[in-house]
């Protein structure tokens, strides 16, 4: 298996025009800003997409970004497993806007979906609270909770992989809509 490349984004800037970009973060987060002419496949959907990367790999290069760059290494890495080659966004979407290049939102609206970053933050305080408060009046082995909380953070760290981001990917707000993961299998083939 070979380890994807990485572009900075200066480089990927200045070759947006040669590249097929595939967005790897839940629909909402891509919603919120995204790479211009990007297509979103949430990492979730991308054995389903499999034959459409590998059919434009064949024109020419893929880029995968996410929001840092975690998920769109595990997305390259799940591409050359299956024989396609492709590159990661160092840093991904931040990274990108750190420098000053534009990201572009659907249809110019703001949205209020979360990026999964902050969804994670959200579930695991929630939990840890509320495995402590449990703990405090009802009972102390609910305190287990926050243990086990703590517990998947750092198996997270140690990974670098979400378990509670791939449940919260599942959430209906973090879905795509069939049309819109259709359209964009329709542009990777090229239609």
């Known amino acids: 298996m070979n380890t994807p ?3 900075d984004p200066r480089q990927a800037r200045s ?3 040669e ?3 595939i967005d790897v973060r839940a629909p909402g987060e891509y919603a919120g800003g995204h790479i211009p002419g990007s297509l979103n496949i949430p990492l979730d959907q991308l054995d389903r997409a499999l034959p459409d990367i590998r059919t434009a790999a064949r024109r ?4 995968v970004v996410c ?8 997305a390259c890495r799940t591409l050359a497993e299956n024989g396609i080659h492709t590159a990661t966004l160092a840093g991904g979407t931040g990274a990108w806007a750190a420098q000053g290049h534009d990201l572009h939102q659907a249809d110019g609206t703001r949205t209020t979906t979360w990026g999964m970053e902050r969804q994670v933050r959200l579930a695991a305080g929630s939990f840890v609270l509320l495995g402590l408060a449990l703990g405090e009046v009802v009972h102390p082995a609910f305190r287990l909770l926050s243990a086990g909380i703590a517990g998947g953070l750092v198996y997270s760290a140690l990974t670098n992989t979400c378990g509670m981001a791939a449940v919260l990917a599942k959430l209906p707000y973090n879905l795509p809509r069939k049309a819109d993961l259709d359209a964009a299998l329709g542009r990777l083939r090229g239609n």
């Open 19 to 21: 590249l097929t970009v």
């Open 15 to 17: 070759r947006l025009d």
């Open 67 to 74: 929001a840092s760059g975690v998920r769109s290494e595990n």
């Open 5 to 7: 490349t990485t572009l």
């Open 60 to 63: 020419g290069e893929i880029l």
